[in-house]
């Protein structure tokens, strides 16, 4: 019986250390700091159709001359994004963000006055969105779920860059956190969906709230 009780305090021991090891992970306190960066995917937008058209003579007729039409489309894109963020409580985050990519422009020009072929024009954007969010985490262990909400501003640049657009951004989603192991220090991998609302930019004059679906997948360090 005493032989067996230091071995029976042993296996206790490696137990304890076990159930240690897969326990939770304590959830973040205020002061945390948090950043993030990974690939951002958006959904592609429709910019409308619109005509090109001359005002006839007077003598010829009231209704203007339709020279071609086009149908404007932004692509749907990959870029890059970083945030840093900041804990003011244990489950509520106030993150600052920056995303930039270069979407696709396309153009295609129909029902040529003239008859010419119909033919399809593109260009690239450069593309900066700033952006702050409140992040509300739910639950304290390894995977938490959270949900945000926020706005931003929106800057496109094209005409190779000398031709500046901008205009301001909504967005609301939410996500999933999976940190690795430790309670500070800490690395883990961010999921995330959201929709953004964007109004102005590249959007031939029309200034209408666009809704851009966009998904995100990164590396996650906390300390």
């Known amino acids: 019986m005493r032989r067996a009780a230091p071995a029976a305090a042993f296996i206790l021991l ?3 250390s076990a159930a240690a090891a897969q326990a939770p992970a304590a959830a973040p306190a ?8 990974g690939i951002i995917w ?20 009231g209704d203007p001359l339709q020279l071609f039409s086009t149908e404007n489309r932004i692509g749907s ?11 003011v409580a244990p489950r509520v985050s106030i993150e600052g963000g920056l995303q930039f990519s270069r979407p696709e422009v396309r153009t295609r020009v129909t029902d040529d006055f003239e008859g010419a072929t119909d033919l399809t024009a593109t260009e690239r954007l450069t593309q900066y969105l700033i952006d702050a969010s409140a992040v509300y985490h739910f639950g304290s262990g390894r995977t ?8 931003g501003y929106l800057r496109q640049l094209h005409s190779g860059d000398h031709i500046v657009e901008d205009g301001p951004e909504f967005h609301a989603g939410g996500g999933v956190q999976y940190w690795f192991a430790g309670v500070r220090n800490r690395l883990g991998v961010r999921f995330e969906a959201r929709v953004s609302f964007q109004r102005g930019g590249f959007d031939f004059g029309e200034n209408k709230m666009r809704t851009i679906p966009q998904a995100s997948a990164g590396l996650a360090y906390m300390f």
Do not use: C, F, H, K
């Not at 959904?43 to 006839?56: F, K, N, Q, S």
């Not at 894109?77 to 840093?84: C, E, F």
């Not at 938490?144 to 706005?151: E, Q």
């Open 77 to 87: 894109l990959a870029g890059v994004g970083a945030r840093v963020g900041v804990y």
């Open 14 to 16: 490696l137990v304890a």
């Open 42 to 61: 958006s959904g592609g937008v429709d910019l409308g159709t619109r005509a090109a058209e001359l005002t006839r003579n007077p003598d010829v007729g």
């Open 144 to 151: 938490r779920p959270y949900a945000l909400g926020g706005a």
């Open 30 to 37: 205020s002061g945390s700091w948090q950043i993030d960066g």
